[in-house]
């Protein structure tokens, strides 16, 4: 008998012989030939317990379908694919930066010592700030959501300034009795 040795635990479907077992071999050994090919299918496919319903594109991964898209949001256990992945890192929204898409603006006109602003721009902002020169030592002191950030107590002939990040949504004001001299934001 030209029988291939498809017996013991490492015999795998790439041991069978397509041309076996030959038209030579008597009637009576087919069920060794039947049980070898049980013994390669449990050693190749240990895991299968039941029907295996996939098509074959499905088995070749040329099918879409081997992994369906899930919903977005969808926060179970069921096994991601790239487009699900790709979805879901393209609806993070960007880390707002500050000088990303930003210019300096002049503000002065709009702008007032001794007044509360409000960032509402939607990312954090720099604001740089100071006064015209004194005869009077005047103080100048930067608050930002509640906290001085800045204090200058202020010496005669010499102007104050200040420049400082507002978190987006922090309210900021500045504190002085001078003249403002220049106001600009970074947004």
């Given amino acids: 008998m030209a029988l291939e040795d498809l017996t013991g635990p490492s015999k795998y479907i790439s041991n069978l012989v397509p041309s076996n077992p030959p038209g030579t071999d008597p009637l009576s050994q087919a069920d060794d030939h039947i049980t070898g ?12 317990t039941g029907a295996v319903t996939m098509t074959q594109g499905q088995l070749n991964g040329t099918e879409a379908t081997v992994t369906p898209t899930a919903a977005p949001g969808d926060n179970s256990t069921t096994k991601a ?48 700030a100071c006064t015209t020169n004194s005869s009077q030592n005047v103080g100048f002191n930067v608050i930002v959501g509640g906290v001085t950030i800045y204090t200058d107590p202020g010496t005669a002939s010499v102007s104050n300034g200040c420049t400082f990040l507002v978190p987006n949504g922090a309210i900021y004001r500045i504190n002085c009795a001078r003249n403002l001299g220049t106001w600009a934001e970074l947004r």
């Fill in 81 to 128: 694919n790239t487009a699900f992945v790709a979805a879901a890192v393209a609806a993070i929204p960007p880390t707002p930066s500050v000088g990303v898409g930003q210019t300096w603006q002049d503000v002065k006109a709009t702008r007032a010592f001794n007044t509360d602003y409000t960032n509402s721009t939607g990312k954090p902002i720099m604001v740089s």
């Fill in 37 to 48: 090919i049980k013994n390669v299918l449990i050693n190749s496919f240990p895991n299968i």
